[in-house]
């Protein structure tokens, strides 16, 4: 389950990062294959494109398990800290 108490650093990295995506929407630069290449030896890039693979590798796992609109309550199970 979600500890609504973590959220928070990450709402202010979203809040951060759609801030500088406002900021930027009116560019007309063009990105290349060598420039993300480049961007990924920025820490903060990589650090961000590391979070999102982790978001996306639990969002491709199966969860069935916990969905707990498909299972009866004796049949439910929890998120895990790990």
């Given at each position: ?6 959220l928070e650093?990450?709402?202010v990295?979203?809040n ?8 930027e929407?009116d560019?007309d630069?063009k ?7 480049r961007?990924?030896r920025d820490?903060?890039i990589?650090k961000?494109?590391?979070?999102l693979?982790s ?8 969860t ?5 609109n498909?299972?009866p309550p004796e049949n439910?199970?929890?998120h895990?800290?790990?």
């Amino acid at each position: 389950m979600i500890d609504v108490k973590q959220l928070e650093p990450f709402i202010v990295k979203i809040n951060a990062g759609v801030t500088k995506a406002v900021e930027e929407k009116d560019n007309d630069k063009k990105t290349g294959y060598f420039d993300i290449v480049r961007a990924l030896r920025d820490p903060d890039i990589n650090k961000a494109v590391t979070l999102l693979f982790s978001f996306l590798k639990g969002m491709g796992g199966d969860t069935s398990a916990m969905e707990r609109n498909t299972q009866p309550p004796e049949n439910q199970k929890h998120h895990t800290n790990k």
